[in-house]
Each structure stands twice: as structure tokens, then as C-alpha cells.
């Protein structure tokens, strides 16, 4: 079988795991962070997003691009007393949307998934060969 210099089913599909573990983690961190309103600073914390690409010219899989900060406006709420409001008693808060990051964590998982399923398959195929080779 030429490839042509492309990768090969397991290639692709190890790195579309790959992508999405490493998708998963920054969803995390977004979850984590939903209340931070110091990130070290002073500043709230920022929404991040994994953003992914094609690894390379034809079917080569995908890799991560860059991990990239929401730059959305940060949602303000009143909470006096709380050691990060100001004078008016308003806290500036991440612009974390969980629900949103719900979502985008169930399709994450449900790419890695598929990846996995794939990888099954070929696993499969495989052995069905190696069977038919005895």
C-alpha cells in the first residue's frame, strides 16, 4: 500500500487521541478556573481554547496549534464583601461558561471515542487476517 508520505490509520487516529486529551485538559482548566478571580496577577482568569490543525499537506491526522486566551469581555457581578470586589462592590469574573464547556467537553469525548473505535476496528481487522493467514 503507497501512502504517499501519508500517515497510516493507526497514525492518524493515535493522533486525533492526542489532540483531543490534550483538548480535554484545557477544558478542565476551564472548569477549574470558573470562579478564579485571581490567576496570579490580579488579573481573572481567561477562557482558554484548544486550537487544532492539520498535521501537514493531505491526510496526516491533526495536532494542537495553539492554546489560545479568550479575549471576550469579563462578565462583572455585585458581591460586596468579597476580597476582589471594588469600590462599588462589583467582582470582575472569568469568562467561563459552563455549560458551554460542558458541551465542548461531550464532543471532545465523543472525537476521542471515535478515534478509539477506530483504532478497535483496525485491531480487529488484524486479527480477522491473521486468522485467515493460519
Do not use: C, W
Not at 482548566?29 to 485571581?38: E, H
Not at 491526510?59 to 479575549?71: K, R, S
Not at 472525537?111 to 488484524?126: D, G
Request: aromatic share 4%.
Amino acid at each position: 500500500m503507497d501512502t504517499n508520505g501519508s500517515f497510516g490509520p493507526i497514525d492518524i487516529a493515535t493522533s486525533g487521541l492526542r489532540a483531543q486529551n490534550q483538548k480535554i485538559g484545557v477544558i478542565t482548566s476551564n472548569v477549574a478556573n470558573a470562579q478564579s478571580t485571581d490567576n496570579g496577577n490580579g488579573q481573572p482568569y481567561r477562557r482558554l481554547e484548544a486550537v487544532l490543525k492539520a498535521a501537514g499537506e493531505g491526510i496526516n491526522g491533526v495536532v494542537l496549534d495553539e492554546i489560545a486566551a479568550d479575549m471576550g469581555e469579563l462578565p462583572k457581578i455585585l458581591k460586596p464583601g468579597h476580597p476582589a470586589a471594588d469600590a462599588n462592590g462589583y467582582v470582575t469574573m472569568p469568562n467561563v461558561d459552563l455549560p458551554i464547556e460542558m458541551m465542548n467537553l461531550t464532543m471532545a469525548a465523543r472525537a476521542y471515542e471515535a478515534n478509539t473505535a477506530i483504532l478497535k476496528r483496525y485491531q480487529r481487522m488484524v486479527e480477522t487476517s491473521l486468522e485467515l493467514l493460519r
